[in-house]
């Protein structure tokens, strides 16, 4: 039988595996994602999208289905002796360039069911309740062989299929798991209490800080208890939670999910395999829950790597660039690895005795990694920092910059009263702004499809940009304004 050839190949359709193939299908790649699943989740696992997350899903055109389904949440309090003892958002209102300065506390759930919905009606759907047997690097790009026998020859592979990826294995990638010994009970139901509830999280500070409530969307609650005995049962779990909150008490109208879960934290060694085989996801880091940063960090390998295979693939892109998906995303896993690790320790272990109190300042410590908002790759000054959003004049209004851009291509922002005749590559798109009402004023700013600012220079060194960028000689020159309508594309 002929192999079916496509471009890629996605193994796992979490959220991270269905995020690559949605990116991809924008980018009109060619896909087959498979998973042993015979459905989307439907409830537990993450609990929360971060502000960054929040930005990326606007890049993809995700962001208005997801939001209002969500509950935003900034605060993080502490409670203990019947009283809060604090209440703090200030990392949070400090963020710049951000407008969503919040948590969206929603279900990994909501997010699958987006995505395979989306995959489905553009004709992508995933291949349910289908195993692979093999994945080999071929002359050319890879063989992917499923469990019944069929080969699906590709150019390139993604493994987003979990923490034990058989991708991960079958190349042989390293990926040693440190175990602590901290194991978690979690709960999500409906609650009734006399607590005096509010949309933050609160954790809870008696013996240790083992219990954290968490909002979730809707009328449900997540419950975090540190139980560090793998044999319990939900009982003694609600048992702690009510020793935590006195003298209120609470109790569950309704039980969604009650799981458990050790900590564990590795990341794998090498990212990529010859250029053709990448890890995503839980595939090539985990660690532990805390502070909300497993499926941030997954989804944000998804929107660096497949903008990358597009400008490789259709684009005549250079392999240094496939490349600098693991120099560019394995310091943000290590160093997701040190700030949910230092959190979730916190939580066992205090010098003083107050770990409620020494969780919430760790937050605010890390509170780069837990927004999101602190990630950066290489470069000095903004070149290599998130592009920061905010509303500027354009055309006879305000819009937002995120609005503007494109996961498909490159945009160089134009800010400042100038007009230009600049013969761009196809995957680049110019975005004039011109009043000089932007942190951005009297600059020219080239951004990747992730938002990430690539180069940064004065205007009258916008043909030098060009140039360097992408290797193109450009006859650049100042005319009339009635050229810039077809130079926006209709923006």
């Given at each position: 039988?002929?192999?079916?050839?496509?471009?890629?190949?996605?193994?796992?359709?979490?959220?991270?595996?269905?995020?690559?193939?949605?990116?991809?299908?924008?980018?009109?790649?060619?896909?087959?994602?498979?998973?042993?699943?015979?459905?989307?989740l439907q409830v537990g696992r993450a609990d929360a999208l971060n502000a960054r997350t929040l930005q990326l899903l606007e890049v993809g055109k995700l962001f208005d289905a997801l939001y209002p389904l969500g509950k935003p949440c900034n605060t993080s309090s502490v409670w203990a002796d019947g009283k809060f003892l604090s209440r703090q958002s200030s990392w949070w209102d400090e963020l710049e360039g951000c407008l969503h300065k919040h948590f969206l506390m929603l279900g990994q759930s909501y997010v699958e069911q987006l995505l395979d919905g989306r995959l489905a009606e553009q004709g992508v759907a995933v291949r349910r309740s289908t195993a692979i047997s093999n994945v080999e690097i071929v002359k050319d790009g890879c063989l992917t062989t499923l469990a019944g026998g069929e080969t699906i020859q590709s150019r390139y592979v993604i493994g987003a299929d979990g923490s034990r990826s058989f991708v991960r294995e079958k190349m042989k990638?390293?990926?040693?798991?440190?175990?602590?010994?901290?194991?978690?009970?979690?709960?999500?139901?409906?609650?009734?209490?006399?607590?005096?509830?509010?949309?933050?999280?609160?954790?809870?500070?008696?013996?240790?800080?083992?219990?954290?409530?968490?909002?979730?969307?809707?009328?449900?609650?997540?419950?975090?208890?540190?139980?560090?005995?793998?044999?319990?049962?939900?009982?003694?779990?609600?048992?702690?939670?009510?020793?935590?909150?006195?003298?209120?008490?609470?109790?569950?109208?309704?039980?969604?999910?009650?799981?458990?879960?050790?900590?564990?934290?590795?990341?794998?060694?090498?990212?990529?395999?010859?250029?053709?085989?990448?890890?995503?996801?839980?595939?090539?880091?985990?660690?532990?829950?805390?502070?909300?940063?497993?499926?941030?960090?997954?989804?944000?390998?998804?929107?660096?790597?497949?903008?990358?295979?597009?400008?490789?693939?259709?684009?005549?892109?250079?392999?240094?660039?496939?490349?600098?998906?693991?120099?560019?995303?394995?310091?943000?896993?290590?160093?997701?690895?040190?700030?949910?690790?230092?959190?979730?320790?916190?939580?066992?272990?205090?010098?003083?005795?107050?770990?409620?109190?020494?969780?919430?300042?760790?937050?605010?410590?890390?509170?780069?990694?837990?927004?999101?908002?602190?990630?950066?790759?290489?470069?000095?000054?903004?070149?290599?920092?998130?592009?920061?959003?905010?509303?500027?004049?354009?055309?006879?209004?305000?819009?937002?910059?995120?609005?503007?851009?494109?996961?498909?291509?490159?945009?160089?922002?134009?800010?400042?009263?100038?007009?230009?005749?600049?013969?761009?590559?196809?995957?680049?798109?110019?975005?004039?702004?011109?009043?000089?009402?932007?942190?951005?004023?009297?600059?020219?700013?080239?951004?990747?499809?992730?938002?990430?600012?690539?180069?940064?220079?004065?205007?009258?060194?916008?043909?030098?940009?060009?140039?360097?960028?992408?290797?193109?000689?450009?006859?650049?020159?100042?005319?009339?304004?009635?050229?810039?309508?077809?130079?926006?594309?209709?923006?």
């Amino acid at each position: 039988m002929t192999p079916q050839v496509v471009d890629l190949v996605i193994v796992g359709a979490g959220p991270v595996g269905l995020m690559c193939a949605y990116l991809a299908d924008l980018c009109g790649m060619s896909t087959v994602i498979v998973d042993k699943s015979d459905g989307p989740l439907q409830v537990g696992r993450a609990d929360a999208l971060n502000a960054r997350t929040l930005q990326l899903l606007e890049v993809g055109k995700l962001f208005d289905a997801l939001y209002p389904l969500g509950k935003p949440c900034n605060t993080s309090s502490v409670w203990a002796d019947g009283k809060f003892l604090s209440r703090q958002s200030s990392w949070w209102d400090e963020l710049e360039g951000c407008l969503h300065k919040h948590f969206l506390m929603l279900g990994q759930s909501y997010v699958e069911q987006l995505l395979d919905g989306r995959l489905a009606e553009q004709g992508v759907a995933v291949r349910r309740s289908t195993a692979i047997s093999n994945v080999e690097i071929v002359k050319d790009g890879c063989l992917t062989t499923l469990a019944g026998g069929e080969t699906i020859q590709s150019r390139y592979v993604i493994g987003a299929d979990g923490s034990r990826s058989f991708v991960r294995e079958k190349m042989k990638v390293p990926f040693e798991i440190v175990r602590p010994q901290i194991i978690w009970a979690v709960i999500d139901g409906v609650v009734e209490t006399d607590f005096p509830k509010v949309p933050e999280i609160i954790v809870f500070q008696a013996e240790t800080s083992d219990v954290a409530w968490i909002p979730r969307e809707g009328n449900i609650e997540r419950f975090y208890v540190r139980m560090d005995v793998s044999d319990f049962t939900l009982e003694e779990a609600v048992a702690k939670i009510n020793r935590a909150i006195k003298p209120h008490v609470l109790g569950f109208k309704k039980i969604v999910w009650f799981s458990q879960f050790s900590v564990k934290e590795s990341v794998a060694e090498k990212f990529y395999v010859q250029d053709r085989v990448f890890l995503a996801g839980d595939a090539c880091h985990i660690h532990s829950v805390n502070g909300g940063q497993g499926l941030n960090t997954g989804l944000a390998d998804a929107f660096n790597l497949i903008w990358k295979l597009n400008m490789t693939l259709n684009h005549g892109g250079a392999r240094a660039l496939l490349q600098s998906y693991e120099s560019e995303r394995k310091p943000v896993a290590l160093s997701v690895i040190e700030s949910s690790g230092e959190l979730v320790r916190s939580t066992k272990y205090s010098v003083n005795g107050t770990h409620a109190e020494d969780y919430v300042r760790i937050v605010q410590k890390r509170a780069g990694n837990i927004t999101g908002m602190g990630i950066r790759y290489a470069g000095e000054g903004l070149v290599g920092t998130r592009l920061f959003d905010s509303e500027v004049s354009f055309g006879t209004g305000k819009v937002r910059l995120y609005s503007l851009l494109d996961y498909t291509k490159y945009t160089l922002f134009v800010f400042g009263d100038v007009e230009l005749d600049l013969q761009l590559p196809e995957y680049v798109q110019l975005v004039v702004v011109r009043a000089s009402d932007s942190v951005y004023a009297g600059q020219a700013v080239l951004v990747r499809p992730d938002a990430y600012i690539e180069s940064v220079v004065s205007l009258e060194r916008v043909e030098e940009l060009v140039e360097l960028a992408f290797g193109l000689e450009v006859d650049f020159q100042f005319v009339d304004a009635s050229c810039c309508e077809d130079l926006l594309g209709g923006v």
